[in-house]
């Protein structure tokens, strides 16, 4: 069975920073991309950055310099590091991964980030 487990998240001031972890396992199906998405109260949930399986990385224009997603291949565990944080950054941030030969997506429960002005 695949479970996604997040860890991190918190309050923080702005200005600060956090760091989120996501491990998914078994890696046996094999595990394409990851990533961090986040929802905000009221509005539609948002790709954060993402790791394909090959390396590469993408982020939300509005998380660029501020924010580094890191992947351990063998260990399947993204990093999110966050920091010059702001309040608009407050949501839940949900973890995915993109599993199997079809790259099914597998969610994380979410882990809450609220940044204080």
């Known amino acids: 069975q695949v479970q996604i487990r997040e860890s991190g998240g918190g309050l923080m001031q702005a200005g600060g920073s956090l760091r989120l972890s996501c491990a998914a396992s078994p890696d046996f199906y094999g595990i394409g991309n990851m990533g961090w998405y986040r929802q905000a109260p009221e509005k539609q949930r948002e790709l954060v950055a993402v790791v394909t399986s090959g390396g590469a990385t993408n982020y939300a224009d509005s998380v660029k310099g501020r924010f580094t997603i890191s992947r351990d291949f063998r260990e399947n565990i993204i990093t999110l590091e966050m920091s010059n944080l702001k309040p608009e950054d407050t949501a839940v941030y949900y973890c995915?991964?993109?599993?199997?030969?079809?790259?099914?997506?597998?969610w994380g429960r979410g882990t809450p980030v609220t940044v204080s002005a």
């Open positions: 995915n991964a993109q599993i199997g030969r079809h790259g099914q997506e597998f």
